[in-house]
């Protein structure tokens, strides 16, 4: 299952760059995807492993990683265009949507409860 997320968020960045939203760097002719990531969930493994950094270099395509420490504010920066890829829970979305966002969706992953706990002392 661990696999088939990264390859959601692997597939969701490379729709992204596939649609040409990235920035143009003006030194070298590279493009730069800026994506927002929180402390979990599958874009930690790819920001670790640098597999986006490797797969995308022969692209000339460079990728600047912005930690967030919840949904709304990442959503905001994605709306603003301070960000170009953003990967967060179910609810930030929905307000995000409601407040006039244009957000698009580029991958969905199915709940998991198994995954989460309330820990009583």
Do not use: H
Not at 18 to 33: E, F, I, M, R, Y
Not at 67 to 75: A, C, K, R
Not at 83 to 96: L, Q, R, S
């Amino acid at each position: 299952m661990f696999r088939r997320l990264v390859f959601i968020g692997l597939l969701g960045v490379l729709s992204i760059i596939g649609l040409s939203s990235c920035n143009k760097n003006d030194d070298n002719n590279t493009k730069t995807v800026r994506i927002g990531y929180q402390k979990f969930g599958p874009l930690v493994y790819l920001k670790e492993n640098q597999i986006l950094e490797k797969e995308l270099a022969s692209k000339n395509i460079q990728v600047k990683w912005k930690e967030f420490t919840s949904g709304p504010p990442m959503l905001e920066a994605l709306n603003t265009g301070s960000i170009d890829f953003a990967n967060t829970g179910e609810t930030p979305p929905v307000f995000a949507q409601s407040g006039g966002s244009q957000i698009v969706y580029v991958a969905y992953e199915p709940a998991s409860p198994q995954a989460e706990a309330i820990l009583i002392p």
